[in-house]
């Protein structure tokens, strides 16, 4: 008999089994009892944590033959129950939509829609990877979501619910399912290492779940490397050289050394890791959770519930938190987080990440901007004395000295000159300066042919069949519209 992974032996067959999807399980169940059970359902989240699985769970609770109505949890081991569980049901149609994505497959599914079941309640069609279908096909699945016959229920599973069209959502129910947490990951590796009798650290369990991140599948699917590789007992370590890991020591002799300013020994160890054959794009991802798991403790303390690691690990965390404050951690962390960005499209990627660590090292003589600003206040002027706050004026009172050397200066200031005075004096054409005398200016105004509005002002008028002059008096930019006629 051939072997069966972790994953599909252990694949929850009930509500209650699946875990870290208490609100969707609850919500269906409910749903199932008060009979008001969907004909569409879109199931979206992170891969590996249950779509497909509550998918099937559902269609044998609608299906089950324990009782003559849907049942909140399936019993398992009906005809009904067993054919969904193994895949050959004729009345639970899995597709995957990756492949059968365009127009023509989704007609055919139209067609089979028309039939009723051959044995069960209901013709259940789960969708997978629904996202994938082409937006014609979701065009000709309108209808048919929209007014399905009694029979039919579809499901729709995706890790892409954006790419679903709006219409197609608006006429199911949309169900988000949460990555799972870190510690329902280790309980469920803790409890599966147990059935098949398998001896296995807590730290090599905590790095499994971690290395899943949020995903039961991945971690399931590790764990079966990891049993693999083992003796007969899974260590933290093992559990790194499968996943490709560096040491967890490394980490922190890197950051000690950037909290020393040693530039010479972070090259070595960046040296050591490349020639041990690790990816520089898998390192700096570890650095920024160490960075990031490293602030947390700094801020909320290391036995706080935001660190999900083991407990090794906390210690580790907190050590490095005491060499820094809380501004470099967040320092280091977004010039890491910029450098494992980079990475993904650099070719040199060993010198840009042996860059990015040079960079926080450097970062440590960074002053901050409010020790800057409180430096340069306090900084005395020229001269080496203070400068003196100058006193406000006594209302009532005799001014200020300050306020006499201002009246003083503004005294002795000569009378100001205009720009376009000075331009016509350099250019041999001096300017008129305005006159003081109305009459002379309203004479001057006529004479440029200027016409008096209503508040006695003279106002520039063009007339219809006005045309341009250059009066011989004027000189060339002072040109105006005159009432010469032809």
């Known amino acids: 008999m051939s072997y069966t992974v972790l994953a599909r032996k252990y694949?929850?067959?009930k509500f209650s089994e699946v875990i870290g999807q208490e609100h969707v399980t609850r919500t269906l169940q409910n749903a199932i009892e008060q009979g008001r059970s969907a004909h569409g359902y879109i199931f979206s989240g992170h891969r590996g944590i249950g779509k497909t699985t509550v998918a099937r769970i559902l269609a044998m609770a609608l299906n089950c033959r324990s009782k003559d109505r849907p049942v909140a949890e399936p019993c398992g081991v009906c005809e009904s129950c067993t054919e969904i569980r193994a895949g050959n049901a004729v009345d639970v149609i899995e597709i995957d939509a990756a492949t059968n994505r365009g127009i023509d497959e989704i007609r055919e599914l139209r067609e089979a829609a028309r039939y009723r079941p051959a044995r069960d309640r209901f013709k259940i069609?789960?969708?997978?990877e629904a996202h994938q279908i082409t937006d014609a096909a979701f065009n000709a699945l309108l209808k048919t979501l929209e007014e399905p016959p009694d029979h039919i229920v579809f499901m729709l599973a995706t890790t892409q619910p954006e790419d679903i069209p709006q219409t197609i959502r608006s006429r199911c129910q949309h169900f988000s399912f949460r990555a799972v947490k870190f510690d329902a990951i280790v309980a469920q590796l803790r409890d599966l290492v147990t059935r098949e009798t398998i001896e296995a650290d807590d730290d090599a369990l905590a790095l499994l779940a971690e290395a899943g991140d949020g995903s039961m599948r991945d971690a399931?699917?590790?764990l079966d490397q990891a049993i693999a590789s083992s003796g007969g007992k899974i260590t933290a370590d093992s559990v790194r050289n499968l996943v490709g890991a560096a040491p967890a020591h490394i980490l922190e002799q890197v950051m000690q050394a950037v909290s020393e300013g040693r530039s010479e020994e972070i090259l070595r160890q960046v040296d050591h890791l490349i020639s041990e054959g690790h990816s520089p794009t898998h390192f700096a991802r570890q650095m920024v959770r160490f960075l990031r798991n490293a602030t947390v403790a700094k801020i909320a303390g290391k036995d706080s519930s935001l660190l999900q690691v083991s407990s090794e690990e906390r210690e580790r965390v907190a050590r490095v938190a005491e060499w820094f404050g809380e501004e470099d951690l967040t320092r280091h962390l977004q010039i890491m987080l910029r450098t494992h960005g980079e990475l993904g499209y650099k070719q040199e990627q060993r010198f840009h990440?042996?860059?990015g660590l040079l960079k926080m090292a450097h970062a440590q003589k960074l002053l901050p901007i409010?020790?800057?600003?409180?430096?340069?206040?306090?900084?005395p002027v020229s001269g080496g004395a203070?400068?003196?706050?100058?006193?406000?004026?006594?209302v009532g009172g005799a001014p200020s000295p300050e306020a006499r050397r201002t009246e003083t200066g503004a005294a002795e200031r000569p009378s100001f000159v205009s720009p376009f005075a000075a331009d016509s004096a350099r250019k041999g054409t001096p300017r008129q300066e305005a006159s003081s005398d109305p009459a002379s200016a309203t004479g001057r105004d006529r004479d440029r042919g200027l016409r008096p509005d209503g508040s006695g002002r003279?106002?520039?008028r063009r007339s219809r069949r006005s045309r341009p002059c250059r009066p011989a008096a004027l000189p060339a930019p002072a040109a105006l519209w005159c009432d010469c006629r032809r």
């Open 11 to 13: 694949r929850p067959q």
């Open 125 to 128: 069609y789960i969708l997978d």
């Open 220 to 222: 399931l699917s590790i």
């Open 353 to 355: 990440l042996e860059l």
């Open 370 to 379: 409010e020790q800057l600003l409180s430096d340069v206040a306090a900084a």
């Open 386 to 394: 203070q400068r003196p706050a100058a006193r406000p004026a006594i």
């Open 458 to 460: 003279f106002s520039a």
